[in-house]
């Protein structure tokens, strides 16, 4: 059986392709840097990452982006000899207007040196491009309308592109303007017997999301919906497990079995909250499932019913399981950064270093968490609900403008982050900030921890229930400290983050900031991140009413710093 999801947090808008025997599936990095990440299978059960493409600034430069800007839904392709990724790099998003540019990136191989970018066009996101069966390309994206008394989403736009001049050509035609559930994106084309099928996402991508399916014998259209639409949905469903089901796209095996790779999420509340059709939070950030497909009159359904479900028959192929993608303990013994990390807008070898102090990661101090031009983070997403992360730093600031240590980062108006800085009375001192909606807090107040100074590192722990998270710390590795403030694990979600920008996800890393100017480094021994078994990884619907069993007696503080 397959377990969905198969891409466990911050993994979404999944464009799944098969190629021989080996099938892929690129996902949204926002702006995450490297950007795209692509995962290999060979079952559809087991996934492995393999490629993050978009990692040199000539293929991706994000350098001011605003948050949840970047790198948008990518689409994979494969023909010639070779892959395709096309992906919009979005640079405004708020405002009327949406300033989004998409490209064109090829390489021989998944992991290879892609190609230069090639400018597509600007007129809308969720580009696609579609390799037809008489060796014509055709270009589909949303098209964005700013204009007052028109929707802003104003239906799937087709325009054909020349490999040999390397840009769109002809006239520009919009092919689809999708059903009454509006917000039609995120189009990908199929050919299949006579028809051409285009895929697309609508009701936005929160509990609302579907994707929605129509058909045509021209692929210029007219597009008659699916008679059952949509092929996959949560929306109806609301005591599901598997929430948000939308943004989708489709595979056929090579014994024939056909599936569709959705994005989905999984919402939590605390303990006594009743989930109805306020479902919750979803920490993990939006995910990845995989649904089985049937055919019937010419059209595909999702077995069983058009909504997600947690274990799906898998194709009739031979199991491919992998080893682990990354170590439990990150030593930082390479001469590159694990594939497991990334970075804010810029490479991390613009403020940090594996080799200035060999097994360390050095930081750099470099601009604070409201920063959009460059950050000294390096973080990897939060994967789990119930997970401890650690490190070790020595880090000697000389003022109150410098401090390193362990941060949870949603974006830049919300992240929580435990740090050893300056006190000009206490010295060398341990402190703990949080931002929730951008109101900054500071919940210890004057109570800063006093570091002894004979002490050169600091241990910083952090432990994560699918409610809470608490920070630690030690001056020997061994003995342990709480910090007395307990924080809402479900306040760095797309629901409770809405109104700053919401497609991304929670993450967990290191940083250093020095806003002195003095670029004082701070040096990383190691990084431990530990999921814990958890049977929430296999809800069913019982269980994701039950509330769970931890955190009932725990006094919680939010973000802001003030007792619930």
């Not at 999801?5 to 799944?16: A, E, I, Q, R, Y």
């Not at 104003?154 to 054909?160: F, H, P």
């Not at 703990?432 to 921890?449: C, M, T, W």
Request: proline share 5%; aromatic share 14%.
């Amino acid at each position: 059986m397959i377990q969905n999801p198969v891409l466990k947090g911050f993994n979404p808008d999944p464009s799944m392709l098969r190629v021989g025997v080996d099938f892929y599936i690129a996902v949204s990095t926002f702006e995450w840097f490297p950007g795209v990440v692509i995962y290999h299978s060979k079952d559809m059960k087991n996934w492995r990452q393999v490629a993050r493409p978009l990692n040199r600034v000539e293929l991706l430069d994000m350098k001011g982006n605003p948050d949840s800007g970047g790198v948008w839904a990518p689409q994979l392709s494969y023909a010639d000899g070779k892959f395709h990724l096309i992906f919009s790099d979005v640079k405004v998003t708020g405002g009327i207007y949406k300033d989004v540019t998409n490209y064109l990136t090829t390489c021989e191989t998944i992991d290879g040196d892609w190609s230069k970018p090639v400018f597509m066009n600007q007129s809308g996101f969720d580009p696609s491009l579609f390799h037809d069966e008489d060796g014509r390309k055709w270009f589909v994206n949303m098209i964005w309308d700013h204009r007052n008394g028109k929707h802003d989403f104003g239906g799937i736009v087709l325009q054909e592109y020349s490999v040999e001049e390397e840009k769109l050509v002809g006239d520009r035609k919009i092919i689809y303007k999708g059903t009454d559930v509006g917000l039609t994106e995120a189009p990908h084309l199929y050919k299949i017997d006579d028809y051409y099928y285009l895929l697309t996402a609508e009701g936005g991508t929160m509990y609302e999301h579907h994707a929605t399916l129509a058909r045509s014998k021209s692929i210029e259209g007219p597009y008659e919906t699916h008679p059952d639409n949509p092929l996959i949905s949560s929306w109806g469903h609301p005591r599901l497990a598997l929430q948000k089901a939308g943004h989708a796209s489709i595979v056929e095996t090579q014994n024939g079995e056909w599936y569709l790779a959705h994005l989905t999420g999984r919402p939590t509340k605390a303990p006594g909250d009743v989930l109805l059709m306020d479902r919750g939070y979803c920490q993990l950030g939006r995910e990845t499932a995989i649904q089985k497909l049937e055919w019937k009159d010419g059209w595909p359904y999702v077995v069983d019913g058009n909504y997600p479900k947690v274990a799906v028959e898998a194709p009739y192929l031979p199991e491919q399981k992998w080893d682990a993608d990354f170590p439990i303990v990150d030593t930082f013994d390479s001469d590159e950064l694990g594939g497991q990390w990334q970075t804010l807008r810029i490479p991390y070898t613009q403020f940090a270093s594996l080799t200035d102090k060999p097994g360390h990661l050095r930081l750099y101090g470099a601009g604070g968490f409201s920063n959009l031009f460059k950050q000294a983070l390096v973080a990897r997403r939060w994967q789990a609900f119930e997970f401890e992360a650690e490190t070790k730093v020595v880090f000697e600031p000389e003022t109150f403008q410098q401090q390193a240590g362990l941060v949870n980062y949603y974006n830049t108006k919300n992240w929580t982050s435990v740090h050893v800085t300056w006190d000009e009375e206490k010295g060398k001192v341990i402190d703990l900030y949080a931002s929730e909606r951008n109101n900054v807090s500071n919940p210890l107040g004057g109570d800063v921890i006093s570091v002894p100074d004979s002490t050169a590192a600091v241990w910083f722990k952090v432990t994560v229930d699918q409610y809470t998270y608490q920070f630690s710390y030690s001056f020997d590795g061994e003995q342990w400290q709480d910090i007395p403030v307990t924080f809402d694990s479900w306040k760095l979600s797309d629901e409770y983050i809405q109104e700053s920008g919401f497609f991304t996800g929670a993450f967990i890393g290191m940083s250093c900031i020095d806003n002195s100017g003095m670029n004082k480094a701070a040096d990383f021994e190691y990084f431990r991140y530990e999921e814990a078994e958890d049977e929430r990884d296999h809800w069913t619907v019982a269980r994701h009413f039950g509330n769970g069993s931890k955190g009932k007696n725990k006094t919680v503080v939010g973000q802001s710093g003030t007792t619930k």
